[in-house]
């Protein structure tokens, strides 16, 4: 069983391009996390949403609690942004997480 | 700089011996959490600590303990190292309340068994 689905695993981009990663999940939930990895790095929180759209900086996030779905997208990405990133939602009525796969994202210069 | 802090950031190891990753957080947060990070998996959750003298099982505890004698640390022990703990190990915590409070994740280690 896998509550949260991330896709696509891997991505490529070429610098400047706009890129979407997906996330859904099947149990209800009262917030979303969008985490980032960068490369032998660590674990960073970048967003945490429970309705509408978020935006930092070139990272936007959306939710629609209806479908169960969030994306992230990376706006005229670039070489650094460069990293894994991982989607997690709290488990019901609990303060554990359950975690994405992960989705690895490459921009090219 | 507070925060959360692992260490050691790398270990090697042979099998069959303890290791014990150590975790130290400066902000009092009541919850601590060890997960475990291999390709293919994801994040996995080992333990979980609520408050001092409070933990419990996460989804893949054999072979590990923790203890969290003090708020700010929540030590992991792997009491008999086996190759399949070959991993990136996790330290994370949070304050009490809202399932939607941000976790705090350290550096992480990276622990191989030989």
């Known amino acids: 069983k896998n509550e949260v689905e991330q896709s696509p695993q891997n991505l490529t981009a070429q610098e400047g391009e706009f890129i979407t990663i997906n996330c859904s999940y099947s149990v209800g939930i009262s917030a979303l996390h969008w985490l980032q990895q960068h490369p032998g790095g660590g674990i960073v929180s970048l967003f945490m949403l429970s309705s509408g759209k978020k935006k930092h900086g070139r990272l936007i996030a959306t939710i629609n609690i209806q479908e169960k779905h969030s994306s992230l997208h990376i706006t005229a990405s670039h070489p650094r942004d460069s990293a894994v990133y991982i989607c997690?939602?709290?488990?019901?009525?609990?303060?554990?997480?359950?975690f994405g796969a992960g989705t690895t994202v490459t921009v090219r210069a | 700089d507070a925060g959360i802090t692992q260490s050691p950031r790398y270990k090697i190891t042979e099998t069959g011996r303890q290791v014990t990753l150590m975790c130290h957080q400066t902000?009092?947060?009541?919850?601590m959490f060890w997960y475990r990070q291999d390709l293919g998996h994801g994040l996995r959750l080992i333990y979980y600590?609520?408050?001092?003298?409070?933990?419990d099982k996460g989804e893949v505890p054999d072979g590990y303990v923790v203890s969290r004698s003090k708020t700010e640390n929540f030590p992991l022990t792997l009491e008999s190292a086996t190759r399949s703990q070959t991993s990136v190990y996790f330290c994370?915590?949070?304050?009490?309340?809202?399932?939607?409070?941000?976790?705090?994740f350290g550096a992480g280690t990276r622990l191989s068994v030989l």
């Open positions: 997690a939602v709290p488990l019901s009525n609990d303060y554990k997480l359950s």
């Open positions: 902000w009092s947060h009541s919850y």
């Open positions: 994370a915590s949070r304050k009490q309340g809202l399932a939607k409070n941000i976790q705090y």
């Open positions: 600590s609520a408050a001092a003298d409070i933990t």
